[in-house]
């Protein structure tokens, strides 16, 4: 597939042309309106090297792009932790309607009321959910969540004039947890896991003194295990004066079975790109929810929604103990509308969820422990961890991509850290008991392939449009952007040579 | 509604084959449990669903906006949403397994080549949240590359930006001061202002170099990238902002795009997600996520960022936006925005609203209204479906517009200001 940029000049005509012949020359006047652009040389762009290109090779260009796509529309998608489950169409339309797509977020308020009742009511069925006391729909994803949630302990501990510095993590913990922890300047304290899968707990205690500012743990775990021990934790750690953040990118094992706050959690994020099924775009966008236990409400980001006794919505400005804003607006706001889509949608059935998503997981679970390695010999909940560590090094990679072959999108592959060729499967609710069967089967088929030619595997994939790439060049020699050679004669239009290998270096001369 | 196809028979063979009688046996672990439905609403059938949001999108009242602040109503060609909704770009996530999602990975690209063209700069990454927490990162890597913690922000930046700044710092221990010395990570200006005011930065870059600080811009309407010098060119070392304006619709203020763009030396030290163009085993060209070694997955405490999802489909919205606009498509949208804006702020100046700009504009300036008028203009303006600005301090008022702002819809702004006085 060539670059947008690589196509020749074609005619464009999206919005009404202002200046018929002179569409490079910029300052002269305005045809339709009589008004002349009258900017300073020094403040004026030289020239815009950006290709015209017609709708029909736009249309096509991304269509076929697209086709080297893979998502859960096309297929199985166990990427562990990622909770790909379906994401329902009707949830896109409503997101679309015009009183929510085009609402500007500083719209006078009596422009905004149903934005307001939607994220109003969505606070309520989230706290329901879990158990929470408030919420805030300001993060953008997960990891700013986290983000919120540890500014919200440094705050508080500031507050209360308590100096602590360290934040507990386990060694089974997702990375964003302890790189959050570093941008607010804590120290992390890593917990080793035992033998079933939980904190050690032995470890916990030696470790928790009263400078902990608070513990971090995703719950169920990263390995598919339900932490044992949680309330002994949350107990251990609130008598130290700590306090318990859940990180919840494994909310989908819990709807209507139990609730984090019942665990001893003081605070959650939730993944609204997760558990409630918002589509993740190829990487984003997500929304990262926060909910806190009433003690820590005075916290949450500002504007909170506030519902007043006339069934009138405001947004409240108080600046109580307030950490900020973490971001413009009010949250990804789309994101929010498909997610009360879908909690409107299961409503009081919305256990069903986590039931069919553990027994998915457990089935799938049954039908692999025997062909590869189960590090913890446990019932898993929503997603579990299988090793292929008896195939040899890099043999989860090499299943991974022997996968690709077989249409399904692989597992999330090398984590958790702490089990060596991890192999992470999260089926989700939304697969049915046949694709199951299919995976599982081919999952066994690639143990024989491994077992008559090991060759063949590593040479994987080879249906792709793409052999396996290189991603050692890449980082050696980087070509992270389009140049046009001759950008700087200003011809950028008739010569396309493209991909220098030395754009970046090249460019670092300017 | 239920999308789970499992069926009961399923159900039955599958609790079978795991060797357990019910799915109870299965979460018995999941404690404490909850013995009770929660107490949500009815389940809806997707009629209902759609009856339901419907009755609420419609207490939701769309305007015709002239208020820009942050957030930008531009015409957006309808091919944009239809190749968005491809449940290829849709519902896939980060492209870890690159083989399958070069999709995702190609579009990252153009995406990546897109802002440094626009920007002027050297790299770019596949996106942050939103333009706000962006500049935020902007900081923390300024702070991260000379090990310096004090911030100074040139005035004019958008209120929201600046609050979203200070949760980062408070945070991250760093500190907002008043003039740039040696202790100075960054200095920071948005251009265009918050007030719409543009300006030739070299001055502030040169400031900024001088005490061994990085200069940061912030670009909030990206549209203006159409015809004014690219911030690369007047000293930036790292440009920051927000690219809604290019195909991502106002959304009641998200989803979003943040983007950022750096010179080369700054490379090793930009937060999120790079695609780079490499080799298959035979020689074909493809796309990989690179630099991975800044990121939080493998580098945990010492990664750049904590940033994982981003908004990876809005930057596609955007890549796909820019290619239909094209050169010309672009530049027009900047030129009718700026026209019409200029267009208004005439017409209300001959009205007796006092120009405050001081400096060149672009599609955004504040004006002073009649003493004591703003209040009943701005609500006799809503009344007739016109959200004339936002309302400022003593009576001023901060008006945009975009090419989608009728030569009409400004008559009308102006007659309704007319009657009111």
């Known amino acids: 597939m060539k670059l947008i940029f690589e196509y020749e000049e074609e005619i464009t005509e999206q919005v009404p042309d202002v200046d018929d012949n002179k569409e490079i020359e910029l300052g002269g006047k305005a045809a339709a309106e009589d008004i002349t652009i009258e900017l300073p040389q020094n403040l004026m762009r030289k020239k815009l090297p950006l290709p015209n290109v017609s709708e029909i090779t ?43 797509k085009n609402l500007h977020p500083l719209a006078h308020e009596s422009c905004f009321q149903g934005s307001l ?70 120290e992390t304290i890593t917990i080793p896991s035992d033998s079933r899968g939980n904190m050690d707990i032995y470890k916990f205690k030696e470790v928790l003194e009263d400078d902990v500012a608070l513990v971090m743990l995703t719950n169920p775990n990263t390995l598919g295990l339900f932490e044992e021990n949680i309330l002994e934790i949350s107990d251990l750690a609130h008598i130290k004066g700590t306090l318990m953040y859940c990180d919840g990118a494994n909310m989908n ?45 005075e916290y949450l980001p500002l504007p909170r929604i506030l519902k007043e006794h006339d069934s009138k919505f405001v947004l409240d400005y108080t600046k109580q103990k307030s950490i900020g804003k973490v971001r413009y607006s009010y949250g990804n706001c789309g994101m929010v509308v498909r997610a009360y889509c879908y909690i409107k949608s299961y409503g009081t059935n919305i256990r069903k969820v986590s039931e069919h998503a553990i027994l998915n997981a457990n089935y ?34 090499n299943i991974a991509k022997r996968l690709l072959d077989y249409g399904f999108h692989p597992p999330t592959i090398y984590f958790p850290l702490i089990v060596r060729e991890a192999l992470m499967i999260e089926p989700t609710e939304t697969e049915s008991k046949e694709t199951l069967d299919r995976f599982a089967a081919a999952l066994k088929n690639i143990v024989n392939e491994i077992k008559e030619n090991p060759d063949f595997v590593k040479g994987a994939p080879y249906t792709k449009l793409v052999g396996r790439l290189d991603e050692v060049a890449a980082a050696r020699k980087p070509n992270l952007r389009w140049t046009s050679l001759s950008q700087s004669n200003g011809k950028e239009n008739s010569e396309k040579k493209l991909y220098g290998e030395k754009s970046v270096r090249n460019s670092s001369n300017d | 509604m239920n999308y789970s196809p499992i069926t009961e028979n399923d159900k039955e063979e599958m609790l079978k084959r795991i060797g357990v009688r019910s799915i109870n046996d299965l979460i018995m672990d999941l404690k404490p449990s909850i013995n009770e439905k929660l107490d949500l609403s009815k389940p809806m059938s997707e009629l209902e669903l759609v009856e339901h949001l419907r009755n609420i999108s ?83 890597l300024s702070s991260s590359y000379n090990g310096r913690n004090c911030i100074f922000i040139k005035e004019g930046l958008n209120p929201q930006y600046l609050e979203v700044l200070k949760t980062y710092c408070e945070g991250a221990d760093l500190k907002i001061v008043n003039e740039i010395d040696d202790n100075t990570a960054c200095v920071i200006a948005q251009n265009p202002d918050f007030y719409g005011n543009i300006e030739n930065l070299q001055y502030v870059a040169e400031q900024a170099h001088k005490a061994g600080a990085l200069f940061i811009t912030c670009v909030v309407e990206p549209t203006s990238l159409a015809i004014l010098e690219p911030p690369g060119n007047y000293g930036a070392d790292i440009v920051v902002g927000e690219g809604q304006s290019f195909g991502i619709p106002v959304n009641f203020g998200g989803p979003y795009l943040g983007f950022m763009a750096v010179k080369s030396f700054l490379l090793k030290k930009i937060p999120g997600r790079i ?98 008028y703003l209040e009943t203009i701005s609500s006799n303006l809503l009344k007739n479906g016109i959200h004339g600005g936002l309302d400022l301090d003593e009576d001023k008022i901060l008006i945009c517009c975009t090419e989608l702002n009728t030569v009409q819809d400004i008559e009308s702004y102006i007659s309704i200001v007319m009657d009111t006085k």
């Not at chain 1, 790109?273 to 990487?283: A, I, L, M, R, Y």
């Not at chain 2, 070069?102 to 626009?118: A, D, K, N, R």
């Not at chain 2, 027009?332 to 400096?359: C, D, M, P, T, W």
């Open chain 1, 253 to 297: 094992a819990l709807f209507g079975i139990t609730r984090p706050s019942d665990q001893g959690f003081d605070m959650i994020h939730l993944n609204l790109h997760k558990s409630f099924s918002t589509p993740h775009g190829g990487g984003g966008p997500g929304a990262g929810v926060v909910g806190v236990k009433s003690f820590l409400a």
């Open chain 1, 58 to 100: 736009v249309v096509r260009h991304y269509t076929n792009i697209s086709r080297m796509n893979f998502g859960v529309d096309l297929g199985f998608y166990p990427l562990g932790s990622c909770t790909m489950k379906y994401n329902p169409k009707i949830n896109e339309d409503m997101a679309s309607l015009d009183g929510f």
């Open chain 2, 275 to 372: 695609c780079g163009m490499t080799t298959d085993s035979n020689g074909n060209k493809g796309f990989v996520l690179t630099f991975q070694a800044r990121e939080q997955h493998i580098r945990r405490e010492r990664a750049t960022s904590n940033i994982t999802t981003n908004v990876a489909l809005m930057a596609i919205a955007s890549t796909i936006y820019l290619a239909l606009m094209g050169r010309k498509g672009l530049i027009n949208v900047a030129k009718l925005s700026y026209s019409r804006a200029h267009l208004l702020q005439n017409k209300l100046k001959s009205i007796g609203f006092e120009a405050l700009n001081k400096k060149p504009f672009y599609n955004e300036f504040y004006m002073k209204a009649p003493s004591g």
């Open chain 1, 117 to 186: 009742q939607l994220m109003w009511e969505l606070e309520q069925d989230l706290k329901k959910i879990t158990g929470m006391d408030a919420f805030s729909l300001q993060p953008a994803a997960g990891a700013q969540g986290e983000l919120l949630g540890v500014m919200i302990a440094k705050a508080y501990f500031k507050q209360k004039n308590e100096k602590r510095k360290k934040i507990i993590i386990p060694d089974s913990a997702h990375g964003s947890n302890a790189a959050t922890a570093a941008m607010c300047k804590f």
């Open chain 2, 58 to 140: 419609q207490k939701n009242k769309i305007m015709k906006y002239f208020i820009g602040a942050g957030a930008y109503y531009h015409y957006i060609p309808s091919a944009v949403n239809h190749l968005l909704m491809r449940g290829e770009f849709l519902t896939g996530y980060t492209p870890y397994q690159a083989e399958m999602n070069q999709g995702t990975l190609h579009t990252m690209y153009e995406f990546q080549s897109y802002i440094c063209l626009l920007t002027g700069m050297d790299i770019a990454n596949a996106s942050l949240y939103e333009g706000s927490s962006a500049l935020a990162e902007a900081v923390l």
């Open chain 1, 364 to 397: 799938l679970l049954t039908l692999l422990k025997d062909d590869y390695e189960l590090p913890y010999s446990r019932r898993c909940t929503h997603e579990f961890v299988l090793s292929s560590r008896k195939f040899g090094e890099k043999s989860a990679l």
